[in-house]
């Protein structure tokens, strides 16, 4: 019998069973249901079907395979469904974003943003629609600050700035300062507009103007001003000092009068009141009785005595006028210098002052020797140019430097300075170019016996007086 159903179960198709192979056979015949005894029957549970009820009647019930809100239709074919994908969505499972930014739909350089079912462009400035199609008015946000107008164009706009601003907005001050003010000033720039903060000195719209402190006539008892650089110089007549002059110079004090002899002030000079028996500037000079009265000579001042060792005394010129001058004899026992063109005073060893006391300051501007235009400032042995148009130099020669050779007098160094110049002087001299000898030789009256001191430089030279 056993033999009889093993047969019968191998004859059968899977799932079934009997002599007639109609019974079917629980799990796993029946797979989703159960066998009630009737031939053929496989009774199902719900949304299963089949003859052995393994088939899914609700694929999409029970599995949802559509994503992204596809809907699902369940096909009796092969126990499979079919998705229906809502808009912007692909794939059997409507797993797949469709990229609507594939066709490049933005234009004019935007910026494709994909989305779902759609896409967003993103607009370079200047642009706007959906496809960045249409041309946007940059001057409706009102761009422009300081200016007269806005003008738009294709991608872009345009501002007509108001006078003094600059930028693609004007917004920028425009710097109203460069190049303006001269001679150290400090510029402060104002909205199309400057205004310039002059150094002590100068003045004018751009302080080109070195204000004249000689102006006010400021220097006393005949001294001439030399005008500097927010100050001026006093060169005082002999017989007066001070900044202004306004010293009278005590030439008595300390007494330069030898052999107790009494000093008597003189302007610009003094007078010495000798003793009996002596004699000279100084008194300093003993008088000596003529052996033979009738001999008695007058004084060669243009000569000088010095020892001679076989002759006992000799008779030199004394150079008593320098290199630059020639002394002549007066007939009341005096002398004067014939000066060399171009040099002047008593000793003929001055430059630059005339008159017999050297009082009086020669006129280095006639003829005027500066250039370009130039204006000319008379100083003492020496001239300060005023130049005009941009021209530097001593003499307004020069677009470019100030310094030349003759820029500085008697060895000193020019120094550039950009709007002006300063010279650096040797030991000896002072003044803006160096034109003034300090001469602080004479002052202590070295030369003895009626001598005459001059002033070389830093040194000095004793003119000595002969008496026959």
Same mark, same amino acid.
């Given at each position: 019998?056993?033999?009889?159903?093993?047969?019968?179960?191998?004859?059968?198709?899977?799932?079934?069973?009997?002599?007639?192979?109609? +019974?079917?056979?629980?799990?796993? &015949?029946?797979?989703?249901?159960?066998?009630?005894?009737?031939?053929?029957?496989?009774?199902?549970?719900?949304?299963?079907?089949?003859?052995?009820?393994?088939?899914?009647?609700?694929?999409?019930?029970?599995?949802? %395979?559509?994503?992204?809100?596809?809907?699902?239709?369940?096909?009796?074919?092969?126990?499979?469904?079919?998705?229906?994908?809502?808009?912007?969505?692909? !794939?059997?499972?409507?797993?797949?974003?469709?990229?609507?930014?594939?066709?490049?739909?933005?234009?004019?350089?935007?910026?494709?943003?994909?989305?779902? $079912?759609?896409?967003?462009?993103?607009?370079?400035?200047?642009?706007?629609? $959906?496809?960045? +199609?249409?041309?946007?008015?940059? *001057?409706?946000?009102?761009?422009?600050?300081?200016?007269?107008?806005?003008?738009?164009?294709?991608?872009?706009y345009q501002c007509t700035c108001l006078a003094g601003w600059s930028g693609k907005n004007c917004d920028q001050n425009l710097n109203d300062c460069l190049g303006q003010c001269l001679n150290g000033a400090t510029c402060i720039d104002l909205v199309n507009d400057y205004h310039c903060a002059c150094l002590p000195g100068f003045t004018g719209r751009e302080c080109q103007t070195n204000i004249n402190e000689c102006a006010s006539n400021p220097c006393l008892n005949g001294g001439?001003?030399?005008?500097?650089?927010?100050?001026?110089?006093?060169?005082?007549?002999?017989?007066?000092?001070?900044?202004?002059?306004?010293?009278?110079?005590?030439?008595?004090?300390?007494?330069?009068?030898?052999?107790?002899?009494?000093?008597?002030?003189?302007?610009?000079?003094?007078?010495?009141?000798?003793?009996?028996?002596?004699?000279?500037?100084?008194?300093?000079?003993?008088?000596?009785?003529?052996? $033979?009265?009738?001999?008695?000579?007058?004084?060669?001042?243009?000569?000088?005595?010095?020892? @001679?060792?076989?002759? &006992? #005394?000799?008779? #030199?010129?004394?150079?008593?006028?320098?290199?630059?001058?020639?002394?002549?004899?007066?007939? #009341?026992? &005096?002398?004067?210098?014939?000066?060399?063109?171009?040099?002047?005073?008593?000793?003929?060893?001055?430059?630059?002052?005339?008159?017999?006391? *050297?009082?009086?300051?020669?006129?280095?501007?006639? %003829? @005027?020797?500066?250039?370009?235009?130039?204006?000319?400032?008379?100083?003492?042995?020496?001239?300060?140019?005023?130049?005009?148009?941009?021209?530097?130099?001593?003499?307004?020669?020069?677009?470019?430097?100030?310094?030349?050779?003759?820029?500085?007098? @008697?060895? !000193?160094?020019?120094?550039? #300075?950009?709007?002006?110049?300063?010279?650096?002087?040797?030991?000896?001299?002072?003044?803006?170019?160096?034109?003034?000898?300090?001469?602080?030789? *004479?002052?202590?009256?070295?030369?003895?016996?009626?001598?005459?001191?001059?002033?070389?430089?830093?040194?000095?030279?004793?003119?000595?007086?002969?008496?026959?």
């Open positions: 019998m056993q033999i009889k159903i093993l047969f019968i179960l191998e004859r059968c198709r899977p799932g079934w069973k009997s002599e007639l192979c109609d +019974q079917c056979m629980p799990y796993p &015949g029946c797979k989703h249901g159960y066998c009630n005894g009737s031939p053929w029957q496989c009774i199902c549970d719900i949304n299963w079907g089949g003859i052995l009820c393994d088939g899914d009647l609700n694929f999409c019930g029970t599995h949802e %395979p559509c994503q992204n809100g596809g809907t699902c239709t369940c096909s009796e074919i092969n126990n499979t469904s079919i998705c229906t994908c809502l808009p912007g969505w692909t !794939g059997n499972r409507c797993q797949t974003n469709i990229n609507e930014c594939e066709s490049d739909p933005c234009i004019n350089g935007g910026t494709c943003l994909d989305l779902v $079912n759609g896409y967003r462009c993103l607009c370079d400035p200047g642009w706007e629609g $959906n496809q960045c +199609q249409f041309d946007a008015d940059e *001057c409706s946000t009102n761009p422009c600050v300081n200016a007269k107008g806005c003008r738009n164009l294709v991608g872009d001439e001003c030399v005008d500097l650089i927010a100050d001026y110089r006093c060169i005082c007549p002999v017989g007066f000092k001070g900044y202004r002059c306004e010293i009278d110079d005590d030439l008595c004090h300390p007494n330069p009068c030898h052999n107790g002899a009494s000093c008597l002030n003189r302007q610009f000079d003094y007078t010495c009141i000798c003793p009996k028996g002596f004699q000279g500037k100084n008194c300093s000079i003993p008088k000596v009785p003529c052996q $033979n009265p009738p001999c008695e000579a007058p004084t060669d001042r243009c000569a000088t005595v010095v020892p @001679n060792s076989s002759l &006992g #005394m000799r008779h #030199m010129s004394s150079s008593l006028c320098g290199d630059h001058g020639k002394c002549v004899n007066d007939h #009341m026992g &005096g002398f004067s210098c014939v000066c060399d063109p171009g040099y002047t005073g008593k000793y003929c060893h001055e430059k630059g002052w005339e008159g017999r006391f *050297c009082q009086i300051n020669k006129n280095d501007c006639d %003829p @005027n020797p500066c250039k370009n235009n130039g204006s000319c400032i008379d100083a003492i042995a020496d001239y300060i140019c005023n130049c005009k148009d941009k021209w530097k130099g001593k003499t307004c020669n020069s677009r470019h430097f100030h310094c030349d050779l003759s820029t500085c007098q @008697n060895g !000193g160094t020019c120094i550039d #300075m950009g709007e002006t110049f300063r010279c650096h002087c040797k030991s000896g001299w002072e003044g803006h170019t160096c034109q003034i000898a300090k001469n602080p030789s *004479c002052h202590s009256n070295p030369c003895l016996n009626g001598g005459t001191c001059v002033n070389i430089g830093t040194s000095f030279l004793c003119i000595c007086p002969r008496r026959i």
